[in-house]
Nanobody, 121 residues
Framework: HVRLAESGGGLVQAGDSLRLSCAASGGTFSSYAVGWYRQAPGKKREWVAAISRSGDKTYYSDSVEGRFHISRDNSKSMAYLQMNSLKPEDTAVYFC??????????????WGQGTQVTVST
């Protein structure tokens, strides 16, 4: 499967913006739908956003709808998560994931190592 590596995390203040990047290698990136997930300390990993293989469809969790924007550039094997109006509750480790299976409910086959996002008040 494709290998994924996130970057772009950091420490920001509430209201700031941050863009996460997800670099893919070793596979056919356009064959994978891409999702972003996050895990805060002591909490379960939660899904944040997803984008279709061609990039024509995007989906967001209610908690980030209107603030985050997911995109991809298949020519560069890259995916992005633009995060605006950040809140302290957005603090988490953010992961990108790739799913090649088209079966609804199947988990992603590829995961990155995660990048820390910390939003201070």
């Amino acid at each position: 499967h494709v290998r994924l590596a996130e970057s772009g995390g950091g420490l920001v203040q509430a209201g700031d913006s941050l863009r996460l990047s997800c670099a893919a290698s070793g596979g056919t990136f356009s064959s994978y739908a891409v999702g972003w997930y996050r895990q805060a300390p002591g909490k379960k990993r939660e899904w944040v956003a997803a984008i279709s293989r061609s990039g024509d469809k995007t989906y967001y969790s209610d908690s980030v709808e209107g603030r985050f924007h997911i995109s991809r550039d298949n020519s560069k094997s890259m995916a992005y998560l633009q995060m605006n109006s950040l809140k302290p509750e957005d603090t988490a480790v953010y992961f990108c994931a790739g799913q090649i299976s088209r079966v609804v409910g199947d988990p992603p086959e590829a995961w990155g190592q995660g990048t820390q996002v910390t939003v201070s008040t």
